[in-house]
């Protein structure tokens, strides 16, 4: 049985934006994250704290951070990767969350974060207690939780064991990314309701992407499975810089969209997130993947007399 409401998670500006071979303007990200209030969004992933010549698309996490909009029950969340991330994250005073990722495969670590992924798990959990320390929340995502693009399969008991360890830090939530859009829904299915019961009563988030068409049909496979909070970016922009083949993100209008027809809540205004669709389309100069802001309104709105 799947749940009546779930926590929703836009990371467009920061997940959607990373892989963009165009810069975007500090003063568009800050208009994204307004549009994504307007919504109803109220967990928003605004930036990463990372080496700005290895994302440079990033490279204005601080001046993104200071601009941020004052928004009661918003919270803003910095995704950091070492303690040096954290340490910038922390120093901006504008952050509520920060967010660790470690990754399920040596291969993949060592590209991504230049750990293996026992260090990276190590890491991850030191992020949560800095976070705490600083009176933030912490959270963390076991990056290729599903498949690595290096390595190939991996094994769920990896998976399982890593979330485990991760749960002794207390933080948030456990998030399972499926970086490179390799997950099928009976994968999800197993793996999520295996964390979902190692980590309870955390709440596990999921993070899909729609390299090969299955995003959307995994994140009802998470949700049906009990994983609570669902991130997606806009217009289904996203990728990783260091995960060759990662296209975008499930797109925040087909989410909301496929979750309010199926009766269960988001938060969000699907109206309002189409309008940020076509805003966001103007500052990209194209057409945005998602599907629902291309399709008519269904059902269709009532005229008023």
């Known amino acids: 049985m799947s749940a009546h409401e779930i926590t929703f998670v ?14 975007i303007s500090t003063a568009d990200k800050l208009e994204l994250v307004r549009r994504s209030i307007a919504a109803g969004a109220r967990r928003i992933e605004v930036t990463s704290f990372v080496n700005p010549k290895r994302v440079p698309q990033m490279a204005d996490a601080e001046d993104v951070c200071s601009g941020l909009p004052g ?14 991330g954290a340490e910038r994250a922390i120093a901006t005073g504008r952050l509520h969350e920060l967010g660790a990722v470690c990754v399920s495969t040596d291969g993949f670590a060592i590209a991504n ?11 991850a959990k030191a992020i949560v207690a800095m976070a705490k320390t600083a009176g933030l929340k ?22 399982v064991a890593m979330a485990t360890a991760l749960a002794e830090a207390e933080p948030i939530e456990v998030g399972l990314a499926d970086t490179i859009g390799v997950a099928d829904p009976a994968h999800v299915s197993r793996l999520v309701r295996r964390v979902v019961a190692a980590v309870a009563p955390l709440p596990v988030r999921v993070h899909f992407h729609n390299t090969r068409g299955t995003g959307i049909a995994n994140v009802w496979a998470a949700v049906e499975a009990g994983a609570t909070v669902v991130d997606a ?7 990783c810089p260091f995960a060759p083949g990662a296209a975008g993100n499930v797109a ?31 500052v990209m100069d194209r057409k945005l993947p998602a599907m629902v802001a291309q399709a008519p309104a269904f059902p269709k709105p009532v005229q008023e007399n």
Request: charged fraction near 20%.
């Open 113 to 123: 974060q230049g750990q293996t992924s026992d260090e990276s798990v190590v890491a």
């Open 252 to 282: 925040s209008e087909d989410v909301v969209y496929m979750l309010h027809r199926a009766g269960v809540r988001t938060g969000t205004d699907l109206s309002q997130l189409i309008a940020a669709n076509h805003w966001l389309a103007s």
């Open 233 to 239: 970016a806009l217009g289904g922009l996203g990728g």
């Open 10 to 23: 836009e990371v467009g500006p920061r997940d959607g934006l990373q892989n963009e071979k165009t810069l």
């Open 71 to 84: 928004a009661a029950g918003v919270s803003y969340i910095g995704l950091v990767l070492n303690a040096k």
């Open 138 to 159: 912490g959270q963390v995502t076991i990056g290729a939780a599903f498949g690595c693009p290096f390595e190939g399969e991996v094994s769920e008991d990896r998976v």
